[in-house]
């Protein structure tokens, strides 16, 4: 299936790490994207009107999902094609325990952000960029009384900024317990409130059906807790490098940071692929948890590697038949020996075997290997006393492939390999 549908979060995700710019490079790889066919759209917890400076930038944006998919936006007709708005007696009930505290917080309300300015001294910025601020300041609407205001307008979100903390427990407690109100904090300090079942996930469901998209064909990239429905929706989940533990475990695929280009990396790994040489690439090195504990040696730098190839992870260890996790194995007189002195040399040449049998039909000259490894490692590996000392020597994979005309790069070596390809 190939993507037709890509769907991002803004702040932490799409945006810079000054949340106010998209980078030259992720705008031209969405624009690239575009003008294929695939339609974008943004997914925020923000209000319509605090897209703009987005759409701004990205003029192309087909749909907008905002205040956490409560409403759905679409650009080219200038109307909402989706909106649940919250039922009056939960935002009553909400506002009731706001108006107790020292707290500012702001009503979404037909795409935009109202507040009770004289509240904004509860406001603490928690070390948000100014700039954004002053941006973000500009697009509310100001009203005597808040909590009047929501109770007689359509509200599609409630938004708590208190970041100081004496009460936020208590806070959150006590709306924890309003029937129906779905609770998510981005950031410390930050509680969003929307209606059960409302969120970027179900927003993003209902706009791909209505577009005769699966979710096969949808791409989706987030960095925090809101996200987690959306990730859990597309088939190609993609989490920040910056996003929360909760979201990386819920998305299929990591990328780098939004200050690192994730989103434009993501695309060139998925979608701009043609023409593009394949490489070998040790499984643990792209997050794949293979290695003999159980957990990987996750290198942002292999990420890197998806800008000019086609990466195909390999861990010739588990294609030998070991199992994960298993005993650590070390080099001894050319065998492999685990640390309770089994011999696993046939494992490790069987998966050796396998691992050149892939390279050849992907027509593979390049492989980048887990440096020090028994299997993995090129011209330095652990000596095989299990002490952590290092000798000359190849991991048996590594050695088979070299002898087999691939060229071997280690991790660290992955900037040699995309400077010299360069050329
Ligand atoms: Fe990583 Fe290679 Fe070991 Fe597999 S065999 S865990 S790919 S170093």
Redesign the pocket.
Known sequence: MSVKLIAMDLDGTLMAPDHTTVTEKTKAALERAHRRGIKTVIATGRTLAATDTVTVQLPFIDYVIYSNGAAVYDRSKGENIYSNAMPAETVSKITDILEEYPVFYEIYSGGFQHTQQSKSEYFNNNGLPQAFIDEYIKSMIDHPSIAEFAGSNQVEKVNLYYFSGEYYNEIKDRLSQIENIALTSPVYGDIEMTDIGTNKGSALEGMSKTLGISADEVMAFGDSDNDIEMLKYAAYSVAMENASDDCKNAAAFKTLSNGEDGIALALERFIFTEGKEKVLV???LLGEN??YNGSN?YCPDALRLYEKFIAIP?????FGGLPIPREPNEIIKGRAISKSGRDHTSEYESGAEKTLYIARENNCFFAV??ER?P??GFKTIYDGTFSGNLTGGNGITADLLYKNGITVYGESEIPILLDETDR
Do not use: G, T
């Open positions: 040790s499984a643990c293979c290695k040696n390999v861990c010739p260890e588990f290997l887990k490894s299997s993995c």
